[in-house]
């Protein structure tokens, strides 16, 4: 087996912080234009719509049990991460309107772009030995016990959580919904490869 060298600290935390501000900015499209996501995600957006709690708080609530599951699966350090990754998304949604805003986007462009962004910040997340929480753990979990590829684990479970939301969403909202979840789990599927890329947990 070739060796794998290992990220430092600090190049950990300036991926981590960097992949959850991406993460962030493609939330926001989507938060933007009425769209919806799979995982804790999109279930935090659903229920926004019904509630005066802000996404960051909901988002935040619904990753705690995941993050636990997280820490007994993948130890102290991937937990530590997993939270300040979570908390830093939490964070950057629930403020990012005091440094802009948006006055219209077409909602498929919002898709393409808000999972395009999500994509490419939790691929920056997982390969620095942390996650978003949320099925996300779950996700790492096969790949990393079955050999099964995170972003098809995440890519069956957003689709279904998309589903659920008919009743919710017009079905144009809906349609631009699974065009961005399908390119997020797109990248995953692409570009994290257990065979392909190895993670020291």
């Known amino acids: 087996m070739s060796y794998q060298p290992k990220h430092s600290q600090f190049e950990d935390m300036i991926a981590v912080l960097s992949g959850a501000f991406i993460v962030a900015q493609g939330v926001y499209f989507l938060q933007q234009a009425g769209l919806l996501t799979g995982g804790t995600t ?12 802000s996404f960051g708080t909901l988002y935040f609530l619904m990753n705690v049990p995941f993050y636990l599951m997280g820490w007994r699966r993948f130890g102290t350090q ?4 997993s939270v300040f990754a979570g908390g830093m998304v939490s964070f950057i949604v ?12 077409q909602p498929l462009y919002c898709g393409l772009i808000g999972g395009l ?8 997340i997982f390969r620095h030995n942390a996650s978003l929480g949320g099925f996300n753990v779950l996700a790492l979990y096969c790949q990393d016990k079955f050999g099964i590829r995170a972003g098809n684990v995440q890519m069956a479970i957003d689709f279904a959580i998309l589903l659920a939301s008919f009743f919710f969403v017009s079905p144009w909202l809906l349609a631009c919904s ?3 979840a399908f390119v997020l789990n797109l990248v995953l599927t692409m570009n994290h490869r257990p065979d392909r890329y190895v993670v020291c947990y």
């Open 42 to 53: 999109g279930l935090a957006l659903l229920i926004t719509q019904f509630t005066d709690l």
């Open 78 to 81: 991937f937990a530590l991460r």
């Open 94 to 105: 629930d403020h990012i309107s005091h440094v802009f805003t948006i006055g219209w986007l």
């Open 117 to 124: 962004l999500m994509g490419v910040g939790m691929l920056m």
């Open 178 to 180: 699974v065009v961005g």
